[in-house]
């Protein structure tokens, strides 16, 4: 089965209005209708000129029609074995309606069967009984403080709609969303009836938001925990120390290093990160900064120091 150029059937533009669309079927049907037509194959190319113009005329065909001829175009809806086949969901957000008497397409080709015969027999299932729109799933990318404390974030959702002349058209809709106190990434915020409108009058489906953390100069979260490099000067590590360390949550606290602390020691501050049941915890993860030898003075330190204590970090290479 091979993908059909409707608007090459009926010789328009794919900018085509519904007026242009509209003539060019009465004048092909006046030139090839079996009545009149002295064609040899008039009647063929009449079966195609009425199934081009039952998908382009309707609104809601031509724009699934249309984004499907896109996904066509860069590469999609190609089958097992060669040719066309409609890839899984292309249909998605579209109720078809056959505007017609009952059979009218039962000429048609096997490509508008394959598209248009099972989503209007699809859509017919669906106007015959009530039920609840599909949830719809979206991410919102919230600063670590308000992910902490709460607030309220406006997000921007768009969404793929036909247009007037029924292309197939982005729209956009925005949203104010109260993010509660303590959210951690991979949580989800359910915002009730914002998801699919249901069918035969059911109730709207629900919209969740995947919270995920923006980049933070200073913390990184993971789940309900929160990482932070702490850096130490070589003495504070060799000698342990007190320091004085920011909480993500705001304030300060005075943190001791242990003696002989080494890089990517890990210190746990309980209970400083996502509140929760648990909640989580900061860590801090020891890193040891040398001073730059940028110096005269700095350089004869450095020999001071070595000589005053030698050292040899790759005694056990056994080089």
Known sequence: M??????STL??????????????????ARKYHPDVSKEADAEVRMRDVNEAYEVLHDKEKRAAYDGLAERVARGGGAGPQGGFQPPPGWDEGFEFHHAGSPGDEAGFSDF????FGAAQRRGA????????????HAAIEIPLGMA?????????????QPDAQGHPAWTTRTLEVTIPAGVHPGQYIRLAGQGQPGHGGGESGDLFLEVRIQPHPLYRAEGRDIYMTLPVTPAEAALGAQVRVPTPAGGVVDVAVP?????????????RGFPGSPPGHLYLL?????????????????????RALPFNPRSHLGV
């Open 125 to 136: 299932a669906r106007r015959q009984y009530r039920a609840r729109g599909d949830d719809q």
């Open 2 to 7: 091979e993908f059909k150029d409707y608007y």
């Open 259 to 271: 003696a002989q602390a080494r890089n990517g020691l890990k210190l746990r501050l309980k209970e």
């Open 286 to 306: 020891v890193d040891v900064v040398l001073p730059p030898a940028d110096t005269e003075a700095a350089r004869k330190a450095y020999a001071d120091f070595a």
């Open 112 to 115: 508008f069967s394959s598209l």
């Open 11 to 28: 010789g328009v533009e794919r900018t085509a209005s519904e007026d242009e669309i509209r003539k060019a079927y009465r004048r092909l």
């Open 148 to 160: 902490l404390q709460g607030g309220v974030r406006e997000i921007t959702l768009r969404a793929l």
